[in-house]
């Protein structure tokens, strides 16, 4: 059984900066970049709160989707998040709750 992959949108506020990334572990990466564990872009602008996903099962084509919406002008991306999340909710929240 293959790894699922997944294409991800970040945000640092609503209409903010915008970040598109793509992992073979959502969990995992969404998390690192809310801990700013690795520098560059996101740490920089504090980019943290995943407003879009989308998840493929073969990695290539998780990556030509990442390298397409890398190419998109920014109000394109703005119309993809908001045609299922109209206020920038951080899905990790809802995602990956853990109970306490």
Known sequence: MKE???????????????????TS??????????????KGFTK??????????????????????EKILKGWKRNKKIMLIEQDNKEWHDLYESLFKTSS
Do not use: C, P, W
Not at 4 to 22: D, E, H, P, W
């Open 44 to 65: 920089r602008y504090n980019i943290k709160i995943l407003v879009y996903y989308e998840v493929f099962d073969d990695i290539m084509e998780a990556i030509k989707r």
């Open 25 to 38: 572990n959502l969990q995992k990466r969404i998390y690192e970049h809310k801990q700013g564990v690795f």
């Open 4 to 22: 699922q992959s997944f294409v991800y949108i970040l945000a640092s506020k609503k209409n903010g900066t915008i970040y598109v990334g793509v």
